[in-house]
T-cell receptor
């Protein structure tokens, strides 16, 4: 298995631009998580899905952030408009309750820089 | 609510030294406990886990024992290597919950 795939690996954009981060979970996993990691705030859970349905989006910082999962093999996290304080590494992770329950498998992350 | 507390870092050691990274938790019910490791420039990866009291998780020379009486899951390794330099995260999941609760992470730096 290729593991969790994220794209792009690096993104540099200007303030005010729209940014879309992409994630392909491990095949057969029914949970997908989006995290943000910064030096100041550590690792934060933004939102997670079960069977493509958002379960908890309480970690989404504000309305500028949105996430979708149109099917079991693809999810996006969108920031519109982006701001310099959104600069962080964004991780996607997936898991399955039918495998080793609650073990999450992380992607390599997308490093976002907003100038 | 459920929470995980880790010791502050960085932890700085010489190669072959003994490592302990403390982790305590607060949870209702009977959580599963995990240690994840993040190497520079990479995502987190599962290092070891324990699913019930007195279980010992082990991997790559690292060990941690699920201690219900002290609500702890301390990570240990008898002899660290430079390649162990990374950030280590303790985490728990509560049965019936879908998500993991992570600690703040502890940076380990091992020097030759």
């Amino acid at each position: 298995d290729a593991g969790v795939i994220q794209s792009p690996r690096h993104e540099v954009t200007e303030m005010g631009q729209e940014v879309t981060l992409r994630c392909k979970p491990i095949s057969g996993h029914d949970y997908l998580f989006w995290y943000r990691q910064t030096m100041m705030r550590g690792l934060e859970l933004l939102i997670y899905f079960n069977n493509n349905v958002p379960i908890d989006d309480s970690g989404m910082p504000e309305d500028r952030f949105s996430a979708k999962m149109p099917n079991a093999s693809f999810s996006t996290l969108k920031i519109q408009p982006s701001e310099p304080r959104d600069s962080a590494v964004y991780f996607c992770a997936s898991s399955s309750l039918y495998g080793s329950a609650y073990e999450q498998y992380f992607g390599p992350g997308t490093r976002l820089t907003v100038t | 609510g459920n929470s995980v507390t880790q010791m502050e870092g960085p932890v700085t050691l010489s190669e072959e030294a003994f490592l302990t990274i403390n982790c305590t938790y607060t949870a209702t019910g009977y959580p599963s406990l995990f240690w994840y490791v993040q190497y520079p420039g990479e995502g987190l990866q599962l290092l070891l886990k324990a699913t019930k009291a007195d279980d010992k998780g082990s991997n790559k020379g690292f060990e941690a024992t699920y201690r219900k009486e002290t609500t702890s899951f301390h990570l240990e390794k008898g002899s660290v290597q430079v390649s162990d330099s990374a950030v280590y995260f303790c985490a728990l999941s509560d049965r019936g919950a879908d998500k993991l609760i992570f600690g703040t992470g502890t940076r380990l730096q091992v020097f030759p």
